[in-house]
């Protein structure tokens, strides 16, 4: 599946079309940092592959809630992370139960993301970057879904390393999906959609040459 993650500045967008890119790019940072940490020997069984994949989820979208707030009003910047969450969920859902197997997985991802989303509430950004404590916050939630063997190096490398190279990627994804022309809801797409009269149905302006 191919999601564009930087469109043009004079193209309009919905929320939901932001929302559905940047869950995409949650899940590839994600994904791609899974393999940096067994690259770097770190040691995530197979069941606790997605308890450290929540936590990144949740980590990210909490993120992107922070990158917009000066972009997004209020009721746009709900919009968009109930969206975000969703499809995040969704994404969740649908490969552990390629991996692991049947089960409620959408609904253990949503407890953990409202859990995760009221404590980072507590934490703060410092110059439109996550500060200490919200890297520290995530990076002990990580500690917990691995193995004790890394329980001495794995909350270092999170902060010093994973966490700002991973919000490093999705400032610069963001930016670029937010910087558009103007960004509509879905009704108001709907409506634009419903009132644009079609090629064949315009009134000609053929005249004859005089």
């Known amino acids: 599946m191919r999601v564009k993650s930087k469109w043009h500045k004079t193209q309009v967008k919905t929320i939901e079309d932001i929302g559905g890119a ?21 040691v995530i069984e197979k069941e606790q592959v997605f308890d450290v994949i929540a936590e990144y989820l949740c980590f990210l979208i909490q993120s992107i809630d922070r990158l ?13 992370i109930n969206k975000l969450a969703k499809q995040s969920a969704f994404y969740y859902q649908e490969n552990k139960e390629d991996r692991i197997g049947e089960g409620n997985h959408w609904k253990a991802f949503v407890s953990t993301y409202n859990q995760r989303s009221q404590d980072y509430s507590d934490y703060d950004f410092v110059n439109n970057e996550p500060d200490y404590h919200f890297l520290r916050y995530f990076a002990e939630k990580v500690k917990l879904a691995m193995t004790d063997v890394d329980e001495k190096w794995i909350v270092q490398q999170m902060i010093e390393i994973q966490a700002p190279k991973a919000f490093k990627k999705l400032s610069q994804s963001v930016d670029d999906l937010v910087s558009v022309n103007s960004i509509i809801s879905k009704e ?14 315009r009134p000609s302006t053929r005249k004859d040459l005089q």
Do not use: P, Y
């Open 68 to 80: 917009v707030f000066k972009t997004l009003d209020t009721e746009q910047r709900q919009e968009l």
């Open 22 to 42: 940047m869950a995409f790019i949650c899940w590839r940072i994600t994904k791609n940092h899974l393999e940096d940490l067994i690259n770097e020997g770190f």
């Open 188 to 201: 108001e797409q709907i409506k634009k959609t419903e009132n644009r009269v079609s090629r064949s149905k």
